[in-house]
């Protein structure tokens, strides 16, 4: 998830800037303090592949709008942004968010939800080298605690990292209830009860519109996307 890399470059790089000027800031002038030139071109490419580092991406635009504002709850947007656009991280989300609090991780079955992810693409040692940074990441948002024996603990979203699922979901043309049952929510321990007052929170922030009203509920983005962003958001699913 590289989050000491990418708070470090939201501190050096304004919102609005656009992807050049976070590869100059990277490559350059080295903001990330990288021992050598490839590993900075390295870097601003794994970030770039990540995050996209573009605000002319929607993610990454409402990405750097909620990390502003929600501190507390940056590790999860990382983590939600790094799970849209990293298909290896998806593959591991099951084997970890099927996870009990307190239960160790079993690397196997992480290996094996990879590995079945890409079949015979990764030889052994690229393979094992994923599943460390898989493991890695999932620490660094929170779900797992330790080091060589890694345990599951309970994560719970913050208003602004619960509307970023939300949005995720509402981009893949979901809506009303399935909103919150999507993959993107099933990262956060918490019940359809609780996102809900979590969406309630993130409603007072006025990034995200929220309409519910028995079992009918209705979310909006129309704060932080554009008309046609809109508009792209209904297709299939």
Not at 77 to 84: E, G, P, R, T
Not at 164 to 179: I, N, Q, S, V
Not at 194 to 203: G, N, Q, S
């Amino acid at each position: 998830m590289m989050l000491d890399e990418l708070t470090s470059l939201f501190e050096q790089v304004p919102p609005g800037a656009p992807r050049a000027r976070y590869a100059e800031a990277i490559v350059d002038e080295n903001v990330l303090r990288k021992p050598t030139g490839s590993t900075r071109k390295l870097t601003n490419q794994r970030l770039g592949e990540l995050y996209g580092l573009d605000p002319s991406v929607p993610l990454f635009r409402v990405l750097r709008l909620f990390w502003k504002a929600d501190e507390p709850g940056r590790q999860l947007l990382a983590l939600l942004a790094a799970l849209a656009r990293d298909p290896l991280l998806r593959a591991s989300a099951d084997p970890i968010l099927r996870m009990h609090p307190g239960e160790e991780l079993s690397r196997q079955a992480l290996t094996n939800a990879v590995r079945a992810a890409v079949d015979d693409r990764l030889n052994a040692g690229t393979l094992d080298k994923v599943v460390r940074n898989t493991a890695s990441t999932w620490t660094q948002s929170g779900h797992l605690a330790g080091r060589s024996r890694k345990t599951r603990q309970r994560v719970q979203p913050t208003p602004l990292a619960a509307a970023f699922a939300l949005l995720l979901g509402y981009m893949l043309g979901l809506r009303g209830e399935r909103l919150f049952e999507s993959t993107w929510c099933r990262v956060f321990d918490a019940t359809f009860d609780e996102l809900v007052f979590a969406a309630m929170d993130a409603k007072r922030t006025g990034y995200i519109e929220l309409k519910h009203a028995g079992s009918v509920i209705d979310v909006g983005f129309s704060a932080v996307l554009t008309n046609e962003e809109r508009q792209l958001s209904y297709g299939s699913h």
